[in-house]
């Protein structure tokens, strides 16, 4: 099993985007992929296809003392999706808080979720579980078994000043974070913005090292494709978006064959 967090910067640069469409490239290219929302937005179910109304997810069911694997739909690309959820009736507050409530007991729960539980939707040795880690991240003591377990964690930038200056402080905090197995991936990066084109090359100049080789360019596609409720892969496969994200699932699954 590979573990794959994502998380931001800072809010807004895109994390459930990039979970939804690397789960959906990896799936494509044939591996088995569960897509863990930990964020509680629960906006990942959306974007991967999921009603509206669909409120059923990892609140729900820890809440109820059932399993995780008991709110777990499948995408029309074979994505295995365990959304956040929310209970019904609650206020935006009252959602945030039930989701620390229960942070803890998922924590609690993670050597069942990443070992024996997850053999019950039969998955081979070299499926992946990509888990939007965007509000989680924000708690990184509650969250060292995660860490530990995570093969590879994804940092999302945009190439905007705000994003920069969060990147250069996020890679300072984190041995505080707990793991050194940190990439960055730049999100929606436009080149015909002479700024983001300065901030693009300073990025490549001091990060180098821990830079994903793929840049996931800004592309209208993303958003359009986002309102149906599809991806990319489904919406415009010929897109730049698409062969991005079709890029960064062959990157990974490379990186895999060569740690077997």
Same mark, same amino acid.
């Given at each position: 099993m590979n573990v794959l967090l994502v998380a931001g910067v800072k809010g807004g640069v895109g994390v459930t985007t990039v979970v939804a469409h690397l789960a959906t490239a990896l799936s494509y290219q044939g591996k088995s992929v569960v897509a863990l929302d930990l964020c509680s937005a629960n906006q990942l179910g959306l974007l991967l296809g999921l009603p509206y109304g669909e409120h059923r997810g990892l609140v729900t069911q820890v809440a109820i003392g059932e399993p995780w694997y008991s709110a777990c739909f499948q995408s029309k690309a074979g994505v295995? $999706?365990?959304?956040?959820?929310? $209970?019904?009736?609650? !206020?935006?507050?009252?959602?945030?808080? !039930?989701?620390?409530?229960?942070? %803890? /007991?998922?924590?609690?729960?993670?050597?069942?979720?990443?070992?024996? #539980?997850?053999?019950? $939707?039969?998955?081979?040795?070299?499926?992946?579980?990509?888990? #939007?880690?965007?509000? /989680?991240?924000?708690?990184?003591?509650?969250?060292?078994?995660?860490?530990?377990?995570? #093969?590879?964690?994804?940092?999302? %930038?945009? %190439?905007? /000043?705000?994003?920069? !200056?969060?990147?250069?402080?996020?890679f300072e905090d984190q041995q505080a974070i707990g793991t050194s197995k940190m990439m960055c991936l730049i999100n929606k990066y436009s080149s015909s913005n002479l700024l983001e084109r300065d901030i693009y090359d300073s990025i490549q100049h001091q990060f180098s090292k821990q830079l994903f080789p793929v840049t996931v360019h800004d592309d209208k596609n993303i958003g359009q494709s986002l309102a149906s409720k599809q991806t990319v892969f489904e919406y415009a496969q010929h897109s730049q978006a698409c062969r991005d994200f079709g890029l960064l699932g062959t990157w990974l699954v490379a990186g895999q064959c060569e740690n077997q």
């Open positions: 295995y $999706i365990v959304p956040h959820g929310y $209970i019904e009736g609650e !206020s935006s507050k009252s959602k945030q808080a !039930s989701s620390e409530r229960i942070y %803890t /007991a998922i924590n609690d729960q993670l050597d069942a979720l990443v070992g024996d #539980d997850i053999e019950s $939707i039969d998955l081979p040795f070299d499926s992946w579980l990509i888990v #939007d880690f965007s509000s /989680a991240y924000n708690l990184p003591l509650d969250w060292q078994k995660l860490l530990c377990r995570a #093969d590879l964690m994804i940092m999302v %930038t945009n %190439t905007d /000043a705000v994003s920069y !200056s969060c990147l250069n402080r996020t």
